[in-house]
């Protein structure tokens, strides 16, 4: 018999998010080693902090880390310097995905569900 832990469906509307042009930025960690919202899971607004989000933007990675690790004490920041940003229309649901610390992000419409 299989059995699965069914996780909670994350409340993300309540978040703060940078928005531009109807888009949010969301922060994933392309690279091997370690992720990012992935390897936080007890600080899921890391996904779109927006002051982390301009200090990717303007690659300001010291500033960065000590801000980090002013605001979230005790985060584990070592896929910090592998963020990338990724603009999604507003209200689109999605998932990250990690293999090996390296992140991906798929957007619910585009997964192919199968019915048992």
Same mark, same amino acid.
């Given at each position: 018999?299989?059995?699965?832990?069914l996780k909670?469906?994350?409340?993300?509307? @309540?978040?703060n998010k940078?928005?531009?042009d109807g888009e949010v930025a969301v922060l994933v960690s392309l690279g091997f080693g370690a %992720?990012?919202?992935s390897w936080n899971l007890d600080h899921p607004e890391i996904l779109f902090d927006p002051a982390i989000v301009e200090f990717v933007e303007q690659a300001k990675w010291e500033e960065l880390e000590m801000y980090v690790k @002013?605001?979230?004490p005790g985060i584990y920041i070592g896929g910090?310097?592998?963020l990338e940003i990724e603009w999604?229309?507003? %209200?689109?649901e999605f998932i990250i995905k990690e293999y090996d610390g390296s992140e991906t992000l798929e957007i619910k419409q585009d997964i192919i569900w199968h019915k048992a």
């Open positions: 018999m299989v059995m699965y832990k909670p469906i994350l409340n993300t509307n @309540l978040m940078l928005i531009r %992720g990012w919202s @002013l605001k979230y910090m310097r592998d999604l229309p507003e %209200g689109t």
